[in-house]
């Protein structure tokens, strides 16, 4: 056995009550989220004021923590709102509050002297001065630009005090712009993504119309699927993460408000499985490819390192593709026996396993093949045999949304575990690596 190595802190992203319930059952130590104003992610479901307090209360009845995303770059005009807001909440327990613009941060000192402090990505700090003037200013921990590559993340490191933290993303979407600052969406559709209401416009195809041929547009190509000019790839570092880790990054964060409770639980499951084994014997991890096919299960675009091997002038990251890989169908979600007992007379176990109490998130039928994951596990494939409804009487299939039902398992399930598709649609499971 090695010795240990420092284990950074994961951080997912909780775009609802039910993604940060999943994110924290999978192995997060904290999560990020927002309230219905001010945060990046303005179309993702978010928090009331009530259910942002009952999210802090349930996270530290956990041990885990929640951030606040204040990160827009507000106009004049939002700052009584803003006020508002942080006076309404500032007794909530919120861990820490994620900021870009100075005057958000200074109108948080003012309000709530005692919060800590972390820069926003949006900051775009690059550079060990900047970094350290942060710093000076009290922020405990700088979400770093995604633009850098690790070179530099260790020579911003070497330059702060060791109280001040580093946080760096580690896999999800990117950005065509630096850093997220665009004016694109504003200037196409009015909305303003430095205020959290990015339409994705750099994901669109485009042409080019010569002017006295309006009716004749040319694409933009670049292969024959289309253009795709200014669409980032995904993120995906599980294959680097001791590189990472070495660096000196205290936390890593996982991109994905918008995306599915899946999603949020397949991603934190897979990183947390891998920090947890490199960190506990540095000298003698050896990187399992099940995790990198775990996170070609969920819904991305084609994967790469972002640039913490390669600037982005000498690799742009752009995507090849259109849409999203799909991920794979999410059938349904264990439930406690307690919630939804079995019927009196149902035989328990057998020879192909127990039954469990589920509630369905997509349509599922006997004969299909589906995979169980539970944190701290990948997927375990095994074949639906039997479905019953809530009376017990069995059933072909589980077709209607949030339908309860049980089905047999040949091995044990708990309150939390995903039932998902088992038909596999990677191609090449190191793809990204």
Not at 45 to 71: I, P, Q
Not at 88 to 107: E, F, P, Q, S
Not at 300 to 328: F, V, W
């Amino acid at each position: 056995m090695g010795k240990k190595s420092k284990c950074p802190e994961l951080l997912s992203p909780a775009g609802n009550f039910e993604k940060m319930k999943a994110a924290l059952l999978y192995g997060a130590d904290a999560v990020y989220l927002a309230g219905t104003r001010f945060g990046m992610r303005s179309a993702a479901d978010n928090f009331t004021d009530e259910e942002l307090e009952r999210a802090v209360r349930y996270a530290h009845e956990r041990g885990k923590k929640v951030y606040l995303t204040m990160n827009t770059l507000p106009h004049g005009n939002e700052y009584p709102a803003l006020r508002e807001f942080l006076c309404r909440i500032k007794n909530y327990g919120i861990d820490a509050m994620i900021v870009a613009d100075l005057g958000v941060l200074a109108t948080i000192r003012e309000l709530i002297p005692e919060m800590e402090i972390h820069i926003s990505t949006q900051a775009g700090i690059v550079s060990p001065q900047s970094a350290c003037a942060f710093a000076a200013l009290g922020a405990k921990r700088l979400v770093l630009a995604r633009e850098l590559t690790l070179d530099e993340i260790r020579a911003i490191r070497e330059a702060l005090p060791p109280e001040t933290e580093l946080e760096t993303f580690i896999h999800g979407s990117m950005c065509v712009s630096f850093s997220g600052r665009c004016m694109l969406s504003q200037n196409l559709t009015g909305r303003d993504a430095n205020r959290g209401a990015c339409t994705q416009p750099c994901r669109w195809t485009y042409t080019v119309v010569e002017e006295k041929r309006p009716n004749e547009p040319y694409p933009i190509e670049q292969n024959d699927l289309g253009t795709f000019i200014m669409s980032s790839k995904d993120m995906c570092t599980v294959g680097i993460l001791p590189q990472l880790i070495e660096a000196g990054i205290d936390s890593f964060k996982i991109e994905g408000r918008m995306k599915s409770a899946y999603y949020t639980a397949v991603v934190t499951n897979s990183y947390r499985m891998a920090i947890d084994s490199y960190t506990a014997d540095p000298e003698g991890y050896r990187f399992d490819h099940a995790l990198q096919r775990e996170l070609e299960s969920v819904s991305h675009r084609e994967y790469c390192t972002g640039y913490y091997l390669d600037s982005p002038m000498e690799n742009a990251q752009l995507s090849a593709m259109n849409g999203y890989i799909r991920e794979k169908a999410y059938f349904a979600t264990a439930l406690e026996p307690s919630e939804h007992p079995l019927p009196i007379g149902m035989t328990e176990e057998n020879d192909r396993g127990r039954l469990y109490p589920f509630v369905q998130r997509n349509k599922v039928s006997v004969g299909e093949r589906a995979e169980l994951i539970s944190p701290g596990r990948i997927g375990r494939p095994f074949l639906v045999e039997e479905l019953y409804d809530e009376t017990g009487s069995p059933v072909p299939s589980a077709p209607h949304p949030s339908m309860r039902f049980f089905a047999r398992v040949p091995f044990e399930v708990q309150p939390g575990d995903i039932m998902r598709s088992g038909e596999s649609d990677v191609s090449d499971p190191t793809k990204g690596t």
